[in-house]
């Protein structure tokens, strides 16, 4: 199908910037590599997403991710947050769409979260994401404009200077022209023409070991963008989540939202100890970073898989249950009776705060090609992610990347893009699923030991070593056999690992989620 925008990518940021493109008239294709198009990190959100609150203001808002960033934040990009971001969580997701958001008194249920000078989190329940991204998906199921593919994954962008069989091409500026996509069920790939494509791909998570994102968090439009020249900037800073479920039978790490801290929980040791004060002013209450650096720690210090969250003073004031169902329903169901136990936790790589380089509106370097949402960075995050202002991102940036596209009016370019040749199928068999899954913990298990929470120079020399190694042998077994899904994320991994670890190895500052300790060696 020959469209107007070409979506990769269904979660909030993808979803947003279809609706808003399609209610302005144009042919929107969205595509997901996913079964079911809600698998996404959006859908797996706990905490909430800021939105109106009594007694906030845009000013309080930016200072509050200013101070998160850790000095690195583009103002532009905050003020832009906070100034359109909460009157569209309420205007469009709890009045257009429909949210069901908790309330209090008729009015949405505002929640504290770490870092936040006040209450301004709207949340449903425990799982605040699933209803956003379920809502919007309703609305793009509904609208005439949109086409949803699944299990459609993208391969390549097209870009003029890198296929098209014109030789004159190479002289001319790169433009975007869709993307190459490989139909999951059938094994072939497919040439998607667009006047404009937005990569909403999500983060890249799934490059760690212990994660709180969905397997298929693999950094697939980063890697893309990569491979077409598009700068990918702030790679060294990835958020680790504090407080994510630890069970030493399982490598499940299923989040234990900050809200949970932000209502009064407690981390303690296995005494029972509280510990954070000892490592910020805040307490529990400290940057992600802080937290999930004072749990490692303590973890090394005490030789023990885990710390524990104590939930005993949100039951004092509230039913733990009714505000946190979901969470109570996954403890109990691991046997862990909470509130009265306390619950084990762990950090995980959780959130990509660098990501493609975009302006204000979601553009890239190369024309035609957008990236919205967690692959992309316009700065907002610096070198810290505030909490609770991923979800607001996505919302916020699809509907300034959908009315740029509408401004520009981009169409195909049908006289450029016959020249795009169709994709050639290496003749060699499918992968070795072995080999596949072999290439990927040993990617996982380099990323998690040596560019982790806490990172020194030989660590990093090391994980650029094996790394550039194990691209070289990936890349080889990408060229001789048959495309796959694992395969092409095994090949977007080895990229965005290797891109995180040497923007981690060019920064010799210790700072936000980058944090570096002296080398012993040295």
């Not at 845009?58 to 998160?68: R, V």
């Not at 992600?288 to 090394?300: G, N, P, Q, S």
């Amino acid at each position: 199908m020959d469209s107007d925008v070409l979506i990769i990518g269904s979660g909030i940021a993808g979803c947003s910037a279809a609706l808003h493109l399609a209610d302005a008239g144009l042919r929107v294709l969205m595509i997901t590599k996913t079964s079911e198009p809600h698998i996404s990190n959006t859908y797996f959100a706990q905490g909430g997403i800021i939105g109106q609150c009594e007694g906030d203001t845009p000013g309080g808002l930016e200072a509050d991710i200013l101070a998160a960033g850790a000095g690195l934040c583009n103002p532009k990009a905050v003020r832009q947050l906070a100034e359109k971001g909460p009157r569209m969580t309420r205007e469009y997701l709890l009045e257009k769409m429909g949210v069901p958001f908790s309330l209090k008194g008729g009015e949405p249920d505002c929640t504290a979260e770490a870092a936040h000078s006040l209450r301004r989190i709207y949340h449903a329940d425990d799982i605040t994401g699933r209803k956003i991204e379920l809502s919007l998906l309703r609305a793009a199921a509904a609208h005439s404009g949109i086409e949803l593919r699944t299990n459609a994954m993208a391969v390549d962008l097209i870009t003029n200077t890198h296929h098209s069989l014109d030789p004159l091409e190479r002289y001319r500026n790169p433009r975007c022209f869709g993307a190459y996509v490989l139909d999951m069920k059938t094994g072939k790939v497919e040439r998607m023409p667009a006047g404009a494509t937005v990569l909403a791909t999500g983060g890249a998570g799934a490059v760690y070991l212990h994660s709180t994102n969905p397997d298929g968090a693999t950094g697939d439009g980063i890697a893309m963008a990569y491979r077409a020249g598009v700068p990918v900037i702030n790679g060294e800073f990835v958020q680790f989540h504090p407080t994510t479920l630890y069970l030493p039978d399982s490598n499940e790490r299923f989040l234990i939202s900050e809200s949970v801290r932000g209502e009064g929980a407690v981390l303690v040791d296995r005494k029972g100890q509280p510990f954070m004060g000892a490592f910020h002013p805040d307490g529990d209450l400290a940057p992600r970073d802080v937290v999930a650096r004072a749990i490692f720690t303590k973890m090394l210090e005490e030789n023990v898989p885990s710390m524990y969250l104590d939930l005993s003073g949100i039951q004092k004031k509230m039913d733990f249950a009714a505000r946190f169902p979901n969470i109570t329903e996954t403890c109990r169901q691991r046997g862990i009776q909470v509130p009265s136990d306390p619950v084990p936790v762990v950090p995980a790589a959780h959130y990509f705060c660098g990501g493609i380089k975009t302006d204000m509106a979601g553009a890239t370097a190369v024309p035609g090609l957008y990236a919205i949402g967690e692959c992309a960075c316009t700065g907002l995050h610096g070198a810290n992610r505030l909490a609770s202002t991923s979800l607001l991102e996505g919302l916020v940036w699809g509907r300034e990347a959908a009315r740029k596209i509408v401004v520009l009016s981009e169409k195909i370019q049908e006289e450029r893009v016959r020249f795009i040749p169709r994709w050639e199928m290496p003749s060699g068999e499918s992968a070795d699923p072995v080999l596949i899954r072999n290439d990927v913990r040993q990617l996982k298990t380099t990323m998690w030991n040596y560019v982790g929470i806490i990172r020194n120079r030989s660590r990093l020399d090391r994980a650029k070593q094996d790394l550039s190694q194990l691209s070289a042998s990936i890349d080889s077994f990408y060229r001789l056999n048959r495309l796959s899904a694992p395969l092409l994320e095994l090949r977007n991994m080895v990229t965005v690992a290797r891109i995180i670890a040497f923007a981690a190895g060019r920064n010799s500052r210790s700072i936000g989620c980058h944090y570096l300790e002296s080398d012993s060696r040295k």
